[in-house]
């Protein structure tokens, strides 16, 4: 049963550090999101992918946030200087285009928690 | 612009209990998708249906069913005899078509709706 995994599950961490989550995308999906889930605002969509290249990225915060593809297996959330604003579940989720849409299929997030 | 709006925020039943959540969608394309997804409370979002503009068929899934109704604008989700095991956040979400180049696929989410089933 294939299935996103997102690494690491729970992360705390200072103000100010640097934060990397990792998402490894079910095998042979081309398209890969990342999301961020508050109480105050729900799901976001922070960027996304098709074959590695940033199709939108506009949902992110540009001066402290990146999101890259190093290759189809791996994608990665960088968040440098970390906030407490940033605390929220992060999401990956990758899928096929198939038939005009995509159906996307989560990871299990990792929490981040920056005190 | 697309929209998709959950006014049930919470709905709590009993066991056995029908129920139906309800999901209506904004959107000016001819051409889209919806989907539902189930977020328990262990976290993660679970995919449970897609369905584009063009087929209105009801479709059923075990107790699971959904309702697409295009002069409403609407895709309620029913569930069927519920059970504790349901107790989730559900969340309706529209996507536009695309297939190359400017397509985005992006999925916007309605706010979810809690359901709590009572044992």
């Known amino acids: 049963d294939a299935r996103v995994t997102q690494t690491p599950r729970d992360k705390v961490t200072e103000m100010g550090q640097e934060v990397t989550m990792r998402c490894q995308p079910i095998?042979?999906?081309?398209?890969v999101f990342w999301y961020r889930q508050t109480m105050m605002q729900g799901l976001e969509l922070l960027a996304y992918?098709?074959?590695?290249?940033?199709?939108?990225d506009s949902g992110m915060p540009k001066d402290r946030f990146s999101a890259e593809m190093p290759d189809a297996t791996l994608a990665t959330l960088k968040i440098q200087p970390s906030e407490p604003r940033d605390s929220a579940v992060y999401f990956c989720?990758?899928?096929?285009?198939?038939?005009?849409?995509?159906?996307?299929?989560f990871g299990p997030g990792t929490r981040l928690l920056v005190l | 612009a697309q929209k998709v709006t959950q006014a049930q925020t919470e709905i709590s039943v009993v066991e056995k209990e029908d129920v139906t959540l309800d999901c209506v969608y904004e959107?000016?394309?001819?051409?889209?998708?919806l989907f539902w997804y189930k977020q328990p409370p262990s976290g993660e979002l679970v995919f449970l249906i897609r369905?584009?503009?063009?087929?209105?068929q009801n479709e059923i899934s075990g107790r699971y069913s959904w309702n697409f109704q295009k002069s409403t604008s609407s895709f309620n989700f029913t569930i069927t005899a519920s059970q504790v095991v349901d107790s989730a956040v559900y969340f309706c979400?529209?996507?536009?078509?695309?297939?190359?180049?400017?397509?985005?696929?992006?999925?916007?989410f309605g706010t979810g709706t809690l359901l709590a089933v009572q044992p």
């Open positions: 989720a990758s899928g096929q285009l198939t038939g005009g849409a995509v159906t996307q299929y």
């Open positions: 369905r584009n503009s063009f087929d209105e």
């Open positions: 992918f098709r074959n590695r290249a940033p199709l939108d």
């Open positions: 979400a529209l996507s536009e078509a695309g297939y190359y180049g400017g397509a985005t696929n992006k999925l916007i």
């Open positions: 095998l042979g999906h081309n398209t």
């Open positions: 959107t000016r394309d001819t051409t889209y998708y």
